[in-house]
Every structure is written in structure tokens, then in C-alpha cells.
T-cell receptor, first 113, second 115 residues
Framework: KNQVEQSPQSLIILEGKNCTLQ??????????LRWYKQDTGRGPVSLTI?????NTKSNGRYTATLDADTKQSSLHITASQLSDSASYIC????????????FGTGTRLKVLA | DGGITQSPKYLFRKEGQNVTLSCEQNLNHDAMYWYRQDPGQGLRLIYY???????QKGDIAEGYSVSREKKESFPLTVTSAQKNPTAFYLC??????????????FGSGTRLTVV
């Protein structure tokens, strides 16, 4: 069964610190992997999109990495800010004609002052 | 600005009542989707549509219905047959065929509560 698992489930860090979120998947055949940020009560907003041939993708203070061999991805947040407090969702796209998307359950990040 | 708009932001439903959630996009996207989000769970696909006048059931379609009469609009009706409708509902759209790496855009969501 195609699955996407994220860890940790929740994380609390101090403002200015770095953190790394993990995403492991079993989706096959694999098309691409996306990281989204979702503020409470809002829709997810795309941070990065990577195909199997890409190892890393940056968007400001957010850097995503992908190891297609081990089926692992990480999202690294540098110099965290209070506005980074949100849920971060890993989404893996399956090549099945309809580009089915498999969603992880997310990591809830809380940045404290 | 191009985007995807969901309304209302909050919706209350009485027992046995049908309610309709609106989703409109002006991105000229071919595909539209409805997801349900519950605490501690990943988004679950309710219905999706790749072209006008055609739609497919997702993983949890029971108790829901949709229509796609216009490319821009994909309303979701939560029927009385849905026994546990309280959730956060997200609509999304994408350019489906030929551009799998194109951004997948979400609306801002509708929170439905049964009263």
C-alpha cells in the first residue's frame, strides 16, 4: 500500500534555531514530492516540488532534500521565525494516469520566542 | 490575482440537512479536487474532476456529491447520508495532464460543523 509517513508528529523549537522534518514514502511508481506549509485554519501552500532526479530544492529559508533510492525526504528550516509555526505536509505523487497524490499526516511545528 | 476561492469559511449544518460548499478557480486549471481533513490524519480525497461534466469518486465519496458544469466551478454537497461531516474541507486545482510538476493550488478551506 502506498504510504507517506512524517516525523516527528510535533516539534517545538526556539526562534532562531534550525530544524529538520522527515518524510518517508513507499509510493511507487514515483513522480514527484512536494512540501506544503499549512497555517491553522488555512489551505496548504506549496514550498517545494522535486522530481526523482532532483536531490535538493530551496525556497528562502526552506531547503528540501530527496533521496529517491531510500525513498526519504527532509525539509530543513534555517533560522526559524515565529511565522514558521504551522503544519508541514509531505505529498508524494504517484504515476497512475491520474497523478494520484498521497498525503502525509504532517508535522506540527511551534516556534517559541 | 489568479486563485481558488472557497466559501463559506464556516458552515453549520443541522442533522438531516444537505449543505453545499462552493469552490471557484480562475487559474484555467483542468482538474479540481475535494479533500477532507480531520485532526491527526492526512488529507483524504472525496471526489475529483479532470474535465467538465466528468468526475470520479475518491477514497471517501460516500455521503457526498459533486458537479462540474463549468471549468471554473466544482461545488461539493454534503448530504444527510454523511454521518460524520464535521471536518475541514479543502478544494484544490491543478493542470492535470502533461504537467505533473505544476503547482497544486489549494483554497483556504471551509470548516463544517454539525449542530
Amino acid at each position: 500500500k502506498n504510504q507517506v509517513e512524517q516525523s516527528p508528529q510535533s516539534l517545538i523549537i526556539l526562534e532562531g534555531k534550525n530544524c529538520t522534518l522527515q518524510c518517508n514514502y513507499t509510493v511507487s511508481p514515483f513522480s514527484n514530492l512536494r512540501w506544503y506549509k499549512q497555517d491553522t485554519g488555512r489551505g496548504p501552500v506549496s514550498l517545494t516540488i522535486m522530481t526523482f532526479s532532483e536531490n535538493t530544492k530551496s525556497n528562502g529559508r526552506y531547503t528540501a532534500t530527496l533521496d529517491a533510492d531510500t525513498k526519504q525526504s527532509s525539509l530543513h528550516i534555517t533560522a526559524s521565525q515565529l511565522s514558521d509555526s504551522a503544519s508541514y505536509i509531505c505529498v508524494v505523487s504517484e504515476i497512475s494516469g491520474t497523478y494520484k497524490y498521497i498525503f502525509g499526516t504532517g508535522t506540527r511545528l511551534k516556534v517559541l520566542a | 490575482d489568479g486563485g481558488i476561492t472557497q466559501s463559506p469559511k464556516y458552515l453549520f449544518r443541522k442533522e438531516g440537512q444537505n449543505v453545499t460548499l462552493s469552490c471557484e478557480q480562475n487559474l484555467n486549471h483542468d482538474a479540481m479536487y475535494w479533500y477532507r481533513q480531520d485532526p491527526g490524519q492526512g488529507l483524504r480525497l472525496i471526489y475529483y474532476s479532470q474535465i467538465v461534466n466528468d468526475f470520479q469518486k475518491g477514497d471517501i465519496a460516500e455521503g457526498y456529491s459533486v458537479s462540474r458544469e463549468k471549468k471554473e466551478s466544482f461545488p461539493l454537497t454534503v448530504t444527510s447520508a454523511q454521518k460524520n461531516p464535521t471536518a475541514f474541507y479543502l478544494c484544490a486545482s491543478s493542470i492535470e495532464k502533461g504537467a505533473p510538476n505544476y503547482g497544486y493550488t489549494f483554497g483556504s478551506g471551509t470548516r463544517l460543523t454539525v449542530v
